[in-house]
């Protein structure tokens, strides 16, 4: 297979340099090969260029500076409205308003996104996942005037790459994979798994940095918190039943 | 780019010969690299070659026979169960049982599935992914002994092909693409849209076969109905409660 899979960190910083519309179609051509659930391509892209459409773009993504430096934004969504006006126009009644084709269609549209990345780190360009997408999902329906049975799922920011960054560290594959059966973790195993992690340059100072005393406070007490995820949750669920996904 | 994005379909039927476990491991391993929230990596894979595990995870996939005819058939959970270990190991309180950080660790292992099988299919593999995850997540749980924070999204199953079958249609691409604002879809625009897709012989067929007046009340009223979604729907709530993403 071809080496990008190992060599690929992810770009957050990009060169002036456009991508060429026909190179941007074939990748997102690439996308649409990938499964998808009874072949019903229950997902939408919605392609940003647009320099304004990018700063109004920005502050639901709280404002991280790839969405307005990128030249593209792709905002990935489940859609079951496409499918579902043509059920209605062949005299078929969809019944699709409900949370396991939520499920279904935003695992379309995340198949779709992630064989766009795969295809365009193939070409050399670089993107950025914006997780932020599922936090402010009202908001972007707003900015892309998203109807109903349609929910953004996840944002990548895409272009050419302006310097190589570092790349970043994962868990031994042991810790991720379980044969035949999960094996819970042990206490011993968790530090295993995590000892590597903990002991690199990066992780101490970020522990420095966020004034912690162990690199998962910095997860818990700083960047991904408890009162936040409520938060956010409340108000992902309240979009899903918005949008007609909670019936 | 590689052809094989342009070139690939689901394959279903595997020849007798296994995956090379080396082989296995670096498609794993490709897969590890993928994007993933924070660097988190709140997913597992469960790797099942076992004939008997098979057999049992073959109910919960509606008896569809790739589960016990591929060589190797791969669950890929979100799971916040490690992390969580983790954190409650290093003096930090985890608040990742909510709705917010299942849709985080789906994406994660979505991501990591997609790249799975992206990887697999340059190397010549076959996969198919498998929808009854969801509907039957429940009855996956006890077979795997997933334990609380892990919730089983998508399955593949994958070997090396025994025949290459015809490749299925796809929308036009501005079908499934929108320019800086959503289009929504007028009759005519659907009418456009499905053109190719209602004419092909295979959709005729199917028509035929289940003696319906229209391909999309083939979806509505025999694949994916209503009545069987929304039972499915109250299924995988309770579970994502019961697994603790509800709180």
Not at 72 to 78: D, E, G, H, K, S
Not at 156 to 176: C, K
Not at 238 to 246: H, N, S, T
Request: some cysteine; charged content about 25%.
């Amino acid at each position: 297979m071809n080496s990008t899979y190992f060599t690929r960190r992810t770009v957050r910083k990009y060169s002036e340099r456009e991508i060429d519309p026909s190179l941007l179609e074939k990748i997102l051509a690439a996308g649409t090969r990938a499964s998808t659930t009874g072949n019903m391509q229950v997902y939408s892209i919605i392609v940003t260029r647009d320099e304004e459409m990018k700063r109004r773009l920005a502050p639901a993504h709280f404002n991280q500076p790839m969405v307005t430096g990128a030249p593209v934004v792709l905002t990935f969504c489940a859609d079951f409205n496409r499918f579902s006006k043509w059920c209605r126009q062949r005299d078929a009644e969809p019944g699709y308003d409900n949370f396991l084709s939520f499920m279904t269609a935003a695992i379309d549209a995340l198949l779709v996104a992630q064989t766009v990345c795969n295809a365009a780190e193939e070409e050399g360009l670089g993107i950025c996942y914006l997780g932020t997408t599922t936090y402010n999902a009202d908001r972007i329906i707003d900015i892309l005037g998203l109807p109903g049975g349609v929910v953004p799922v996840t944002t990548v920011t895409m272009g050419w790459p302006a310097d190589v960054p570092e790349q970043v560290d994962r868990l031994p594959l042991e810790a991720v994979v379980h044969g035949e059966r999960y094996l819970d973790y042990t206490p011993e195993m968790i530090d295993n798994i995590y000892r590597e992690k903990e002991s690199r340059d990066d992780s101490l100072g970020f522990i420095a940095e966020n004034k912690k005393k162990t690199l998962a406070q910095v997860f818990t007490e700083v960047r991904y918190k408890k009162a936040d995820n409520e938060f956010f949750s409340g108000k992902l669920l309240e979009v899903l039943k918005k949008q007609g996904f909670m019936k």
